[in-house]
């Protein structure tokens, strides 16, 4: 999807430019299928699309019709790719029309089940490619074919080798524990906990971990530091302004195979965010904010690999129904809100008061007390 220098061709004709393949991948074909057809598994195998949100509604499974904006890097510089959902059979089709300012495609996908593994059929068509494109195509083609063959080896690492939240706990689990149950005991909260709070303070650079026994109050465990960060105070408004989101969001998935080491799923935009979003006519909010490994991030939150290693086995020990993250833009039970803010919207008091009220009840960190190593930025 980097655009037309990418198409690739073995088959000529007068109209369209197009190539196919065929590979076998040694999983059930439900699976390849589920993971090729949820299209924010792209960055994880396609290294060129660096961040794909859903512009349709719906939450669950994909369907016919629905579209996609891809965040693609085509060079050195950014190019906005947009994807529809044309067609789709389960386990058996999937067919994408992709579109940029500079070309239109159609990628198509058949699925065959071959005893307990799959036969994926691939095929590529540049519509109306032009006499640049067929040029690029005939004189560049094997680059263009090994440059496919380097996407199809990393959808085969991705769905063969893939991890479970079960095989990292298994990794990390006993490692963890061994970090995380001293400071649990010093607080103490049984490990593991009824519920975590994650508090992220933006001003102070920052992310705290709460836990409570079930009926007691919540304790604070420890802290990790902030070492990079990007935005100001201030809510995240839409895709791109490279804001930390404010409010209070669930924790919705873990993922074991994050191309940044492993990574939790921030339940960004969240039913107030998309409230204030409609009545103000904003359409294109963002999406797929993640807690993740590494010191390094456009537009998700890095806390560095040991740090998301102890988030991950929390989590999962504790149960993400009773995880919850709050974002602040600063300490409210020290001080008040930066300059910078005092001309936002009407609705931001609202959102400030409940996260007034999540920290309200909330013991301070104890000065010295920083926990693990990482950072938090986005």
Excluded at 39 to 58: A, D, I, Y
Excluded at 153 to 182: D, I, M, N, T
Excluded at 244 to 271: C, Q
Excluded at 296 to 317: H, P, R, Y
Aim: hydrophobic fraction near 40%; aromatic fraction near 8%.
């Amino acid at each position: 999807m980097k655009g037309p220098s990418e198409i690739v061709k073995e088959s000529w004709s007068l109209g369209d430019v197009e190539f196919e393949r065929a590979e076998n991948f040694r999983v059930p074909v439900a699976r390849l299928f589920g993971y090729v057809a949820d299209l924010r598994n792209l960055p994880s195998w396609r290294q060129e699309v660096r961040k794909v949100e859903r512009l349709s509604s719906g939450e669950g499974a994909a369907v016919p019709g629905d579209s996609f904006v891809l965040d693609v890097l085509h060079g050195d510089s950014p190019v906005e790719v947009r994807v529809e959902i044309s067609a789709l059979e389960k386990n058996r089709l999937l067919e994408l029309e992709i579109s940029s300012s500079s070309y239109r495609a159609l990628e198509l996908y058949r699925f065959e089940e071959d005893g307990g593994n799959t036969r994926l059929k691939f095929s590529f068509k540049a519509r109306r490619p032009g006499l640049l494109v067929r040029t690029l195509a005939l004189f560049m083609g094997s680059s263009f074919r090994e440059d496919l063959d380097k996407k199809l080896a990393s959808l085969r690492s991705a769905v063969e080798e893939r991890e479970s939240v079960r095989s990292r706990l298994r990794q990390y689990g006993s490692a963890v524990h061994e970090r995380l149950c001293p400071d649990f005991e010093e607080a103490r909260v049984s490990y593991p906990p009824a519920s975590v709070l994650l508090l992220g303070l933006k001003q102070e650079h920052v992310l705290d971990v709460y836990a409570r026994d079930r009926g007691g109050d919540l304790a604070f465990i420890r802290r990790y530091p902030v070492l990079g960060a990007s935005g100001t105070a201030g809510p995240k408004l839409r895709e791109g302004d490279r804001q930390v989101p404010e409010g209070v969001y669930a924790i919705d998935e873990l993922n074991p195979n994050s191309r940044f080491h492993l990574s939790l799923r921030v339940g960004y935009p969240n039913a107030f965010d998309r409230a204030r979003a409609k009545e103000a006519g904003r359409a294109d909010l963002g999406g797929d904010i993640m807690i993740h490994g590494g010191d390094s991030s456009a537009g998700c939150l890095a806390i560095g690999d040991k740090a998301v290693e102890e988030l991950f086995v929390l989590a999962a020990d504790c149960g993400l129904a009773n995880t919850r993250l709050v974002l602040s833009p600063v300490d409210f039970r020290k001080r008040e809100l930066p300059l910078s803010c005092w001309n936002r919207a009407a609705w931001t008091e609202e959102l400030y008061d409940s996260i007034r009220s999540e920290l309200a009840d909330l013991p301070e960190a104890e000065a010295g007390l920083s926990g693990g190593l990482g950072a938090v930025g986005i």
